[in-house]
């Protein structure tokens, strides 16, 4: 899908791992201040592997990326007694220009390693699918994991998305070709229309 791995795209599937359901981060927009938080975080070691980034990326590019929205929605996480550092991000994205897939966004979330085991990617995570659902009239989430990410697949796992296919040797990081798995989350809304166009596609097909 265009767009669907765009260098900007903020990680792929990111730095996550089994967490804790208890809400305890402030979540709030994401802004242009919050440019050199984000790219300290996705300069560690720890992050870009998991992610579409290179090792090095300049600072001048999460300026630029944060300043101009263009239609993506990014959430920050943060400490509640300490709003203005940014110690997790999750971003919406949409996939293409087009107004035929305008019910569609990409997602991609990373967390400080610091911070990973503490409940910000699920509350995070939350945070965007309220944001989808019910004020943006997103009816599909889309997303990309490497395949051996098992932490971050057991998280969106946990959320609601499921297994669409795996894209081989999708990128390449760490000497490595490695695979993509694609995953998404359905509105109960769109499942519906998707279950009555069938069932309306199987009759036509039996006449």
């Known amino acids: 899908m265009p767009g669907r791995l765009a260098e900007e795209h903020f990680g792929h599937g990111g730095s996550v791992s089994a967490e804790d359901e208890k809400p305890q981060w402030l979540i709030?927009?994401?802004?242009?201040?919050?440019?050199?938080?984000?790219?300290?975080?996705?300069?560690?070691?720890?992050?870009?592997?998991n992610t579409m980034q290179l090792p090095f990326t300049s600072l001048s590019r999460w300026q630029r990326r944060l300043d101009t929205a263009n239609g993506?929605?990014?959430?920050?996480?943060?400490?509640?007694?300490?709003?203005?550092?940014?110690?997790?991000?999750?971003?919406?994205?949409?996939?293409?220009?087009?107004?035929?897939v305008a019910h569609v966004r990409t997602l991609g979330l990373s967390v400080h390693p610091d911070y990973a085991g503490q409940?910000?990617?699920?509350?995070?995570?939350?945070?965007?699918?309220?944001?989808?659902?019910?004020?943006?009239?997103?009816?599909?989430?889309?997303?990309?994991?490497?395949?051996?990410?098992?932490?971050?697949?057991?998280?969106?796992?946990?959320?609601?998305?499921?297994?669409?296919?795996?894209?081989?040797?999708?990128?390449?990081?760490?000497?490595r070709y490695l695979d993509s798995l694609e995953m998404a989350r359905l509105h109960p809304r769109l499942m519906r229309e998707l279950e009555a166009q069938g069932e309306f596609e199987a009759t036509l097909s039996n006449h």
């Open 28 to 49: 709030r927009q994401a802004n242009v201040n919050d440019a050199e938080a984000v790219w300290r975080m996705f300069s560690h070691e720890a992050v870009y592997p």
């Open 72 to 100: 993506h929605h990014m959430l920050a996480a943060c400490d509640p007694g300490r709003p203005d550092v940014l110690l997790g991000l999750i971003g919406l994205h949409p996939v293409a220009d087009s107004p035929r």
């Open 119 to 175: 409940g910000m990617g699920s509350q995070l995570l939350r945070a965007a699918i309220n944001l989808a659902d019910n004020w943006l009239n997103v009816t599909r989430l889309s997303l990309g994991v490497y395949s051996h990410n098992q932490r971050a697949i057991a998280l969106y796992e946990r959320h609601g998305f499921v297994r669409e296919g795996l894209s081989r040797g999708m990128a390449f990081g760490q000497g």
